[in-house]
């Protein structure tokens, strides 16, 4: 804790900094920020300029846009490191720098600007990233499901409104619009389960595709009527208007847009500015009739959506943009907005938020539920359903900010439909994860097709670490091993090629008589350059190297494998060896639960069985006691003939307090998984620092299984529609 105090001499001002350390510890740290502010008192700075520069909340663009971008860059990190949505800790950080927290920055000006651009964005996307295609194939069930899943949250709405919370009839239309909206937070989660074209996937978009509209079409009604225009001249001059408009959006836009992608087809600066100028002038057009921009923005989505196609360099260059700046700004716009002082102060906000949040995902619930008797789905189908449509996002933020702002709602529902907005899409997320995997494990798993060679790539950097790599490499070959062990390093520039590198493997090579072959590879991202040469050399199989240490560093910003692991298909061991291969006489492989399920479990129990037989060490197999017996019919299944034994633990975390114990003759090989896998779950990602803290000395193995089609969902993609998953498919 600290004072300052200014004297002034001459007209000059000059800064006295006077600091009390509280604790010992917080010297050493202080020290160079004392220097600095010592060598910033000497500088000659007008008081006028100083009092403008760092009064709060602060004014200058410069600072406004600095801050701003700071927090853009390091709320989602952490956020995504404690599994909470980005959106959220957006939300929270404007609350905490507006002027109902520290009031650091102000939500007019700049702020407020590009937040209303942020907005018109959110819902462009919004409307350009749902799957039309998929909505056509089953337009009827979808037709019916999406006047369920808008017309009995309304209902339900409109009911607790009324009669629970006494609203008007404008602030409870407003408030059940909200109830019916939903956002496909959770779609990531079924297209890496490879579950998109299942029936109930399908009638989730389509419904998703009904309400939003019907939801949008509703908030011009409830404006006009905010507005006081109830006369019949008025709606019938509006009803005109609304058929106009749509007609022109509708029917000369595709026109439009076929005509300029068609002349301007190299020109991708010139597309992506074309198709915001699209959004903005539906916007605008829409602001001329009395209709809120917002639902132009979300119209010239739907119509640019089978315009731009999913995987084209303009729709990552648009989702990039949007995600990168507008959408974080506008999250951020919505927390100044919020009344942290109300929201902490008092019970109001806190008691609605409960009760929406109850009514807001039981209703949801209760239209999954008549879906599922209409059309006589089963029980985990209609979960599947619920799972996706029960997150609230991308319009709810939009029609409740447009209603606190023409002053339907008061800040305690602005408040209250934040936590709704988290606590839906944790519920989202949590339903449809345990759900479609339960339905992948109700089906036939699909099988690996093997490669027909196996191309292992090896990325190195330390020529020490080389050996084991390579020595385990060759042991793990199923078939031929005629194709060389491929040896990669990546540079940043061909100043960094190491020449000793290069002779360190020709000699390893010679000596141990192991075919290899030196790659480089020049990228600025390692682990982008790993993904890049393990396609151009069609690898079959990648191994790395570790040294076991975990830094809180690596946990924040994430290592080189997380990136590896995001953007690749192939099988990847993570390999350190402290003691010779060839002492090896015991293994230990701790196998998560359902880990059989896995459509390459026998590519990595075929590897594990053909260095077990070349080394003649016995396998231990450990697993939990309730998974035992579905483990051991899958060996039986897939035919592995190895001396082994399968043992149990009383818990998961138990196998590692007992591997713990042995000694250097050991090899522990565990299994984990990737991100949005069959296997996967929270414990897994565990498994880092378990081997970090437990395991740190020993010989270990951590194998991640081939997938079926590479994915990658970018986390700090504020929507997560289909346009936000890369499927790269064998």
Not at 309 to 316: A, I, Q
């Amino acid at each position: 804790m600290g004072f300052l105090t200014c004297w002034k001499i001459n007209n000059r001002r000059i800064l006295y900094i006077a600091t009390t350390i509280f604790e010992k510890n917080m010297l050493t740290l202080s020290t160079p920020i004392l220097s600095s502010l010592s060598y910033l008192s000497c500088l000659s700075l007008p008081s006028s300029d100083l009092n403008g520069v760092f009064s709060l909340p602060f004014h200058e663009p410069v600072i406004v846009f600095c801050i701003t971008l700071l927090v853009i860059l390091i709320v989602p990190f952490i956020f995504t490191k404690f599994k909470m949505p980005g959106i959220i800790g957006l939300i929270l950080s404007g609350m905490l720098l507006g002027s109902s927290g520290f009031n650091i920055l102000e939500s007019s000006g700049s702020i407020a600007l590009l937040g209303n651009v942020g907005l018109m964005y959110l819902m462009f996307l919004a409307g350009l990233e749902l799957d039309m295609n998929t909505f056509v194939q089953n337009k009827n069930r979808n037709l019916v499901f999406g006047a369920l899943t808008f017309t009995i949250p309304f209902i339900v709405g409109f009911w607790v409104c009324r009669h629970i919370l006494n609203y008007e009839i404008l602030p409870s239309l407003l408030v059940s619009s909200m109830f019916s909206t939903q956002t496909l937070i959770a779609y990531p989660i079924v297209s890496r389960l490879r579950l998109t074209k299942t029936e109930p996937v399908g009638v989730a978009i389509g419904g998703t595709i009904i309400t939003d509209t019907l939801v949008l079409l509703l908030l011009i009604l409830i404006v006009a009527l905010k507005n006081g225009e109830n006369s019949s001249n008025f709606w019938f001059i509006l009803s005109g208007s609304i058929v106009v408009y749509f007609f022109f959006i509708l029917y000369i836009f595709p026109r439009i847009t076929k005509w300029f992608f068609k002349n301007t087809s190299t020109d991708i600066i010139a597309q992506y500015v074309f198709v915001l100028s699209m959004v903005f002038l539906a916007g605008t057009l829409a602001k001329l009739i009395r209709l809120e921009p917002i639902i132009g923005a979300f119209m010239a989505g739907i119509v640019l959506n089978r315009q731009i196609p999913h995987s084209s360099t303009l729709m990552s260059r648009i989702e990039f943009v949007g995600n990168a700046i507008f959408i974080p700004i506008f999250l951020l716009y919505v927390g100044m907005l919020i009344d942290l002082k109300a929201f902490i102060s008092g019970w109001e906000s806190l008691k609605l938020s409960i009760i929406l949040i109850v009514f807001a995902i039981s209703s949801k619930w209760l239209a999954a539920y008549v879906t599922q008797k209409i059309f006589l789905y089963k029980t985990i189908e209609r979960q599947l359903i619920f799972g996706l449509s029960t997150a609230h996002a991308a319009a709810t933020i939009a029609i409740i900010l447009i209603g606190y702002q023409m002053g339907i709602i008061d800040i305690n529902v602005l408040n209250a439909t934040i936590v709704v907005i988290f606590a839906s899409c944790i519920v989202s997320a949590i339903v449809t994860e345990r759900t479609a995997k339960k339905i992948v494990l109700k089906e036939t798993p699909q099988q690996f097709h093997a490669e027909k060679s196996d191309r292992i790539l090896i990325p190195v950097s330390n020529p020490t670490n080389i050996l084991p790599l390579i020595e385990y490499a060759n042991l793990i070959r199923t078939l031929s091993k005629k194709s060389p062990i491929y040896i990669l390093n990546v540079v940043k520039d061909e100043n960094e090629i190491s020449t000793k590198l290069s002779k360190n493997i020709e000699e390893l090579s010679t000596t141990s008589e192991i075919h290899t072959e030196f790659v480089v590879r020049m990228d600025i991202n390692i682990s982008s350059g790993i993904v890049r040469a393990a396609k151009e050399i069609m690898a079959s199989k990648i191994i790395m190297g570790w040294n076991g240490s975990y830094s809180t560093k690596q946990w924040i910003f994430g290592t080189i494998l997380e990136g590896v692991l995001r953007d690749s298909r192939q099988p990847i061991y993570v390999v350190s060896f402290k003691s010779p291969i060839v002492s090896i006489k015991e293994i230990e492989v701790v196998v998560p639960p359902i880990a059989e399920f896995e459509p390459n479990f026998s590519g990595w129990l075929q590897s594990l069985s053909h260095y077990a037989k070349q080394t003649n060490a016995k396998i231990t197999f450990r697993t939990t006691p309730e998974h035992r017996d579905s483990f051991e019919n899958a060996l039986l299944a897939n035919g592995f003939k190895v001396r082994h034994t399968v043992d149990s633990s009383a818990d998961w975390y138990s196998s590692f307090d007992n591997i713990s114990q042995k000694g250097v003759d050991s090899l522990i090989i565990i299994i984990s998984a990737r991100k949005g896998s069959i296997s996967h779950s929270s414990r897994i990602d565990l498994i880092p620092r378990l081997v970090s803290k437990k395991l740190k000395d020993k010989n270990f193995v951590i194998i991640y299984p081939a997938q079926l089609e590479s994915t990658t969902a970018d986390t700090r993609a504020f929507l997560s529609g289909t346009g936000q998953v890369s499927i790269e498919e064998n």
